[in-house]
């Protein structure tokens, strides 16, 4: 009787692990369409078509007026390609859309791909879910030439190639165009390489004229994903490539949370200028917001908790004239012996190198009003990567920051001899300082007397000359279904 009941709690056990790996995990409500009544999405004011297959939709294409919808039918849905060519218009209800009968009950599977052509398109409640074969590079795609459009409450969950499939990335969506919103979407389980989401802007790998996409990435659930086979390709969002490091792309990406999202160590890539990463929350994840080829980019208000968690960082600085501004990085257990003896900190600044063009000098960067407790490796300032480097950075200010140790023997500020950043009213207590006689005038040693926000989650440093608040709380597994990822589908955060 116990060998019975010992089988039947392994099999149970075994029908659980599977239906994790197919995404079959408990989520949120399956409602009706219509019935989702919810002000970040306008009822569409043109005619309803039910569509019961990827046939049907391009069938559509040359009949669809602004304002209409195409409303799937539930069941899995294997191909062929979608593309949806059709435009709406900027008038609210006058889109052109693409939505579940049923939310949750619609599942793109296998090589079912979607491509948007046009402007003013929004899809809303698509599910890629589970294990496929000769899956397509790229699930989702905005294309060259195409402006305002939307992904929306949608879902990409274990979606990965099956095993003996043929290898290669696998992107789940790619933006090219213009003024793309991407928001209220769910990401989780991810296995196979491949960023999560890429931005480019022209088929040329050498862009020839400046251009903005001003896409928006907002309140977007990225969940657990293990490290990929080779460390590399695992960016949760990549924005860029190494040629497009001069032109402005001006995306936001904010109201973000990264919770257990281990893909590789850049979970946020920015190889475009001019963008703007504010009030994302990054929990239990060994990865850091990457300023890898840009200038002029902000980082503002992100909260990073690492709990002690390997290669678990902040903020890695590449490039000129960038604004890191009132972060809280809490925990942080990185030094240079992590990641393959690649040296990271709750804040890195890298030395440049002449001879690599993938490793430009880092110059005229503002670091202010941060707040790091708890940490191994605070300040980072011209350290060499594994490639080495021969360009110490440039005009780098440290203004009211606050820092802390973990123990006496972490660095508050690691400097390399001959980097002469400035220091403006900072404090650092426990642990070590580089130079720190060259530098008490601005880096004095005092203790913060750190009190804790329950509200916001944060040590406030009440000593200090100035005060620190965030705008905003911190996002976190109970904010799944509600203040950040899909109304439908809340995975691995439930639990």
Request: negative net charge; charged residues 25%; proline residues 5%.
């Amino acid at each position: 009787m116990m060998m019975l009941l010992r089988l039947l709690v392994l099999a149970w056990l075994a029908l659980s692990a599977n239906a994790r790996r197919r995404g079959n995990v408990p989520h949120g409500n399956h409602v009706h369409w219509r019935d989702l009544k919810d002000d970040r999405w306008e009822d569409p004011q043109g005619r309803i078509f039910e569509v019961t297959k990827s046939a049907d939709i391009n069938a559509l294409q040359d009949e669809l007026q602004p304002g209409d919808a195409m409303i799937m039918a539930p069941g899995d849905w294997d191909g062929p390609r979608i593309d949806i060519t059709a435009n709406g218009t900027d008038q609210p209800g006058y889109k052109i859309y693409l939505i579940p009968e049923i939310y949750g009950e619609t599942r793109f599977v296998g090589s079912c791909r979607l491509n948007l052509h046009g402007r003013y398109q929004e899809v809303r409640g698509v599910w890629y879910d589970g294990e496929g074969e000769d899956l397509v590079s790229t699930a989702f795609e905005f294309n060259p030439g195409t402006e305002h459009n939307r992904l929306t409450n949608s879902a990409f969950t274990y979606y990965n190639r099956a095993e003996g499939d043929e290898p290669g990335k696998l992107v789940y969506v790619r933006l090219w165009g213009f003024y793309h919103i991407m928001d209220w979407n769910h990401f989780e389980g991810k296995e196979t390489t491949g960023e999560m989401v890429q931005v480019r802007t022209t088929q040329d790998p050498v862009p020839t004229e400046r251009e903005s996409c001003c896409h928006t990435f907002a309140h977007n659930y990225f969940g657990p994903r293990p490290r990929t086979a080779s460390g590399d390709d695992g960016e949760g969002l990549q924005i860029g490539l190494f040629e497009s490091e001069h032109l402005d792309y001006e995306c936001n990406v904010e109201f973000n949370l990264f919770d257990e999202y281990d893909g590789e160590i850049e979970c946020i890539s920015v190889k475009s200028s001019n963008n703007t990463i504010r009030y994302n929350t990054f929990r239990d994840s060994a990865c850091t917001i990457t300023l890898r080829h840009t200038n002029n980019t902000r980082v503002e208000e992100n909260y990073v908790y690492c709990n002690g968690k390997d290669e678990c960082g902040g903020i890695r600085v590449h490039g000129e004239r960038h604004v890191i501004l009132n972060n809280y990085i809490e925990d942080t257990r990185t030094d240079d012996s992590d990641n393959n003896n690649f040296p990271i900190g709750s804040i890195t600044i890298y030395q440049g190198d002449t001879t690599n063009p993938y490793r430009k000098i880092v110059k005229n960067v503002r670091i202010e009003h941060n707040v790091m407790p708890v940490c191994t490796q605070c300040l980072a300032v011209g350290i060499l990567a594994p490639t080495g480097g021969d360009q110490v950075p440039e005009n780098i200010e440290f203004i009211q920051n606050v820092m802390t140790g973990r123990s006496d023997s972490d660095f508050i500020m690691k400097e390399v001899d001959q980097t002469n950043p400035t220091f403006d009213d900072n404090m650092g207590f426990t642990g070590i300082i580089d130079n720190e006689e060259d530098n008490a005038s601005g880096l004095r040693r005092e203790d913060p007397e750190f009190v804790y926000d329950p509200d916001f989650q944060i040590q406030v440093p009440t000593a200090a000359n100035w005060d620190f608040s965030m705008t905003y709380p911190p996002l976190g597994k109970e904010d799944v279904g509600t203040l950040v990822g899909t109304t439908w589908y809340t995975g691995q955060a439930d639990e």
